[in-house]
């Protein structure tokens, strides 16, 4: 079982930014890439960028190539999503995740758990 801890969420204006902060404790052999899921109101999870946590690949959904960037520290056992350019349409409750494909893993199964922590993009 793996724990994971979200933080960083806030109200920002659109074009702002924000920086999620994500700490793990432990992950299954079976777990490929860390990273970012988000929620939105009425809809299913979907995978937004995740990092492989042996080779380091980056992954993002199209919707926020060019606007977000996955990083990690290992010594801190974190995982980070900094969020540019942040629109309206980012407005969602955002988790950690793992997934577990090693190619296209964003659309494949996946894991996320913790509380979550709210984007709200907003005038």
């Known amino acids: 079982q793996v724990q994971l801890v979200e933080s960083g969420g806030g109200l920002v204006q659109p074009g702002g930014s924000l920086r999620l902060s994500c700490a793990a404790s432990?992950?299954?052999?079976?777990?490929?890439?860390i990273g970012w899921l988000r929620k939105f109101p009425g809809k299913e999870r979907e995978g937004v960028a995740c990092i492989g946590r042996f080779d380091s690949s980056t992954y993002y959904r199209d919707s926020v190539k060019g606007r977000f960037t996955i990083s990690r520290d290992n010594a801190k056992n974190t995982v980070y999503l900094q969020m540019n350019s942040l629109k309206p349409e980012d407005t969602a409750v955002y988790y950690c995740?793992?997934?577990?494909?090693?190619?296209?893993?964003?659309?494949?199964?996946?894991?996320?758990w913790g509380q979550g922590t709210q984007v709200t993009v907003s005038s």
């Open positions: 995740g793992a997934f577990y494909r090693t190619y296209d893993p964003l659309n494949g199964d996946n894991d996320n």
């Open positions: 432990e992950f299954t052999l079976d777990h490929y890439c």
